[in-house]
């Protein structure tokens, strides 16, 4: 469905080819998370592009992971003073740069969704409402970043650092694509937790003492079973076991040096005195995180009792959810609404598995968090990953209206 979507008189084709051809250019430019010169040339080019359009740039270097100074880019409307409307992307891709193809109704080029698509989508989006007689919201701030694919430090920091007084905050990260050839956004993403069992039993001569042993492995193998049979389908949290290892404690805790006994005889003769299990739980809001870290914690003082061995269980670092219910609701409501009247469907994702820039807000919970706002496509980080034209167009468009309803400024054209 396209209905008056596709009319020139909402979005030109000159503007969206202008656009397009800046998407073909900015995918050219290689900048991957390990390159500072080529990030730094793309962070450049791209704050150019944004005082053409009247906000103002700032390159900040920044220290990254390993103490490398990475560019930060910050592009700034002309009144800060009550709280910035926050968008967030990032310009570092996973492999450098190929040379951008034209294939029928996609560009299949590095970086094309992930995230050029939604940085180079957001500029147009500035243009189009230059082409309705309208202005953009004073308060935007764009905090462009370079690390997103390699841990995120400055990734997280950013975001930290300019959500505490933000009013809003807009992520140009890609949405998917959706049933009936509708796309989505996102609502909410699911907070997590990494934790690690340690265990340890008493060893013994399976042949001579068997009874007397008391095995880490079957306590910590227990624990694990147990504990993946808390999680809960249809949007419960989930517990993942993503490794375990046990054995005698010399195998366990000098595995580098030790690994060679996998696939021997050797030492099968021994009760495992130890064990370690290390994974992660997921959860879409605060409190089911801290009642799973709670379940997870007496189900090893019940285990620790049931077989006699001591087991200890850590708790990693909480990254907080994304609750799709928050205040971002009616924001949501908005855009579903917007997409409709341009002819297309945009749905949303209210649980999306990964962690991404809203987790780390500085207040979590108290924004409205428009996530998902970048273009659709395929094949993400690799050779084939392209971007979607007609998503492209939609984008454009649906940010262009967003900014305007953000103004609250009426919608340029009937709806």
């Known amino acids: 469905m396209t209905g008056a979507f596709l009319s020139p008189d909402v979005l030109p084709e000159p503007l969206f080819r202008k656009t397009l051809d800046l998407l073909v250019e900015m995918t050219a430019l290689s900048s991957q998370s390990n390159d500072p010169d080529g990030l730094r040339r793309m962070a450049q080019r791209l704050g150019a592009e944004l005082a053409i359009r009247g906000l103002s740039s700032e390159i900040r ?19 800060l003073s009550g709280g910035p409307l926050l968008l967030i992307g990032h310009i570092d891709t996973v492999l450098p ?12 080029a590095t970086g094309a969704i992930d995230m050029k698509g939604g940085l180079v989508a957001f500029l147009g989006a500035l243009d189009l409402l230059r082409h309705w007689g309208l202005q953009p919201p004073p308060d935007l701030l764009l905090a462009v970043v370079p690390d997103e694919e390699v841990g995120g430090l400055l990734s997280r920091a ?22 009936g050839g509708g796309e989505t956004m996102v609502s909410g993403r699911r907070g997590m937790f990494q934790w690690r069992l340690d265990v340890r039993g008493r060893a013994a001569h399976s042949g001579l003492h068997y009874w007397h042993g008391r095995s880490a ?8 079973v147990e504990a993946e049979a808390h999680s809960a389908r249809d949007g419960g949290p989930t517990v993942n076991v993503g490794r375990l290892v046990a054995g005698d404690t010399t195998f366990v805790e000098d595995l580098a040096a030790r690994h060679a006994l996998l696939g021997t005889e ?13 994974g992660e739980a997921r959860f879409l809001r605060a409190a089911e995180g801290e009642r799973m870290a709670e379940v997870l914690q007496t189900l090893a003082r019940n285990i620790a ?5 001591e087991i200890t269980f850590h708790l990693g670092a909480t990254i907080p959810p994304v609750d799709p219910d928050g205040p971002q609701a009616a924001w949501c409501d908005r855009a579903v609404a917007l997409a409709a009247s341009r002819g297309w469907h945009l749905a949303v994702e209210r649980e999306r598995g990964g962690i991404s820039f809203p987790n780390f807000l500085a207040k979590p919970g108290t924004l409205p968090v428009l996530d998902g706002l970048g273009p659709v496509g395929g094949g993400m980080h690799t050779r084939d990953e392209h971007v979607d034209l007609t998503s492209f167009r939609r984008r454009i468009v649906l940010l262009a209206d967003l900014l305007a309803a953000a103004s609250n400024l009426p919608p340029p054209f009937p709806v």
Not at 160 to 172: D, G, I, M
């Open 217 to 224: 492995l079957t306590a910590a193998a227990g624990w694990c």
């Open 158 to 179: 950013v975001v930290r650092r300019w959500s505490a007084k933000a009013r809003a905050l807009w992520v140009l990260e890609p949405g998917e694509p959706a049933e």
């Open 61 to 79: 270097d920044e220290v990254g992971e390993e103490g490398v100074k990475l560019p930060v880019l910050l592009g700034r409307g002309r009144d």
């Open 305 to 309: 009792a049931d077989t006699g061995t």
């Open 97 to 108: 740069a190929a040379t951008p193809e034209l294939r029928d109704d996609r560009l299949v």
């Open 266 to 278: 050797q030492q099968l003769n021994v009760v495992p005195d130890r064990a370690c299990a290390e």
